[in-house]
């Protein structure tokens, strides 16, 4: 019964908030990963992008005009690692602020030693654990234009990693998915990563993979929608497993 008063609730947003058609176009005229769905995944993207406009509060900030199409746009980028997995993924958080280019948090980091330092880095996005996601718009446009980079969907995927706790690469898998073979394909990867930066080699993920397990996660997914193939061929392991985690073969 549930299900049916959901399903209910869900066409009938949708009947009446629909996105416009040329909205939905111009969304997929400027994201690539979206443009190359199949049809009837597009249509379940769109219905996605409606719930997500619907649920989440998208708040310029610092003079930003973001106008129906961008708004559009966002959600559908939001809405590709979920593509498959349903909105409630997303649950538990309200808020998506936008800056109009990078932004400059000041916090205080103590070290190991004790000393507390005041850091004031420029930063394209952040995810909060139990607060809004942020974004850099300038970034948010700059999807697929440097191959495999997507600032938004690194942002959820960290907010689908901290589902079962602070982000460090290990998200909450599904009741079939192996916990050891997870582990030994992103811990393979990362040792080889490694080893090629040493190396002096040329990685074929952005170095900013190797920041932290979670950072290595939320590239890797990047990666998997923005460039699938480059992915599969360099880092096989771990695209099997985000292909079974996100339950999508882009490639």
Not at 42 to 69: C, N, Y
């Amino acid at each position: 019964m549930f299900d049916k008063i959901r399903n209910w609730r869900v066409r009938r947003l949708v009947a009446r908030h629909p996105i416009a058609e040329p909205l939905w176009q111009d969304a997929l005229r400027r994201c690539a990963a979206a443009r190359a769905l199949g049809a009837s995944d597009q249509a379940a993207l769109r219905v996605l992008a409606t719930l997500f406009l619907d649920s989440k509060s998208l708040e310029p900030a610092r003079g930003l005009h973001l106008d129906d199409a961008d708004r559009v746009l966002l959600a559908a980028h939001a809405c590709l690692p979920i593509l498959k997995l349903g909105l409630a993924w997303y649950d538990g958080w309200h808020s998506v602020i936008v800056y109009p280019d990078a932004f400059v948090p000041h916090r205080a980091k103590t070290d190991a030693a004790g000393v507390v330092h005041q850091t004031a880095d420029a930063m394209a996005g952040e995810a909060w654990e139990r607060g809004p996601v942020i974004l850099s718009w300038a970034d948010v446009l700059d999807a697929g234009r440097k191959p495999g980079h997507n600032v938004v969907i690194h942002e959820m995927a960290h907010k689908l990693d901290m589902l079962n706790g602070n982000a460090n690469g290990f998200p909450p898998l599904h009741r079939r998915m192996d916990r050891r073979a997870w582990s030994r394909a992103f811990t393979g990867a990362w040792d080889q990563l490694q080893e090629q930066r040493r190396n002096g080699a040329e990685l074929p993920i952005d170095p900013y993979a190797l920041e932290s397990p979670a950072e290595f996660f939320a590239v890797a997914s990047e990666q998997f929608f923005e460039t699938p193939a480059a992915l599969r061929l360099h880092l096989p392991d771990v695209y099997r497993q985000l292909e079974q985690f996100y339950r999508q073969h882009p490639y």
